[in-house]
């Protein structure tokens, strides 16, 4: 599958990307920068074998048939105006969390919220969006040895999109999980703070989520 990778060269974007071409799915780096998309995809394709190509946000989404937007969240929505029209007819899977530093173990509602129904609503019926790795952890994305102990919560409005997104999500290595309407974001995003601030209680083990029973 062709994936674009929007705000890519951030720790988490690149995690993805880096599993995702060592899964064998074709990635594009984007970023409002592009040198530095071009710098990052280079780095992370020499690390995995592959090819991974980098350049602007716009020439990403162009290329792919499936987008992550990897970026804060200060930067969500003008970067989603920016990419609407591009977006169109594709699928987003949206990881921000509404955080609002310095307190980003803290749960934030944003105005619409949840970042992703706010996604949803710049972008429209024409792109479905899915919510989803909010909750795995940069440094273990980017560690290729490294078995990921952590599940993947995944909501949307849209069956088929959700369904196309979490076979995505589990060649990054994970188990995934459909957890309902795009409405039950406010409840997933909300949970990455408490992640957070248990994060800092086991000085600095990255805390993941499993669904037992299942």
Not at 28 to 43: H, I, L, Q, T, Y
Not at 76 to 88: F, I, N, V, Y
Not at 112 to 117: I, N, P
Not at 193 to 208: A, D, I, M, Y
Request: proline residues 4%.
């Amino acid at each position: 599958m062709r994936i674009a990778v929007i705000g890519g060269t951030g720790k988490e974007g690149g995690g993805m990307a880096l599993r995702w071409a060592h899964a064998g799915h074709e990635v594009f780096v984007g970023s409002r920068d592009s040198a530095k998309a071009e710098a990052a995809a280079a780095e992370l394709g020499k690390a995995v074998g592959r090819d991974i190509r980098g350049g602007s946000n716009e020439r990403a989404v162009a290329a792919s048939e499936i987008a992550v937007l990897s970026v804060p969240y200060a930067a969500h929505a003008a970067t989603l105006q920016e990419l609407q029209p591009a977006l169109a007819g594709r699928v987003l899977i949206d990881i921000t969390v509404p955080l609002q530093p310095p307190k980003i173990s803290t749960v934030n509602l944003p105005a619409g919220q949840a970042a992703a129904l706010e996604a949803q609503a710049i972008l429209g019926e024409a792109t479905p969006v899915v919510a989803a790795m909010h909750h795995v952890s940069a440094v273990h994305l980017r560690d290729l040895s490294h078995e990921i102990d952590c599940d993947v919560l995944a909501c949307s409005d849209d069956k088929v999109a959700l369904e196309k997104a979490m076979s995505l999500i589990r060649d990054l290595g994970v188990r995934c999980f459909d957890v309902g309407a795009l409405r039950n974001a406010i409840a997933i995003e909300s949970l990455t703070p408490l992640l957070l601030h248990l994060n800092r209680q086991q000085k600095g083990r990255s805390v993941g989520i499993r669904i037992t029973g299942a």
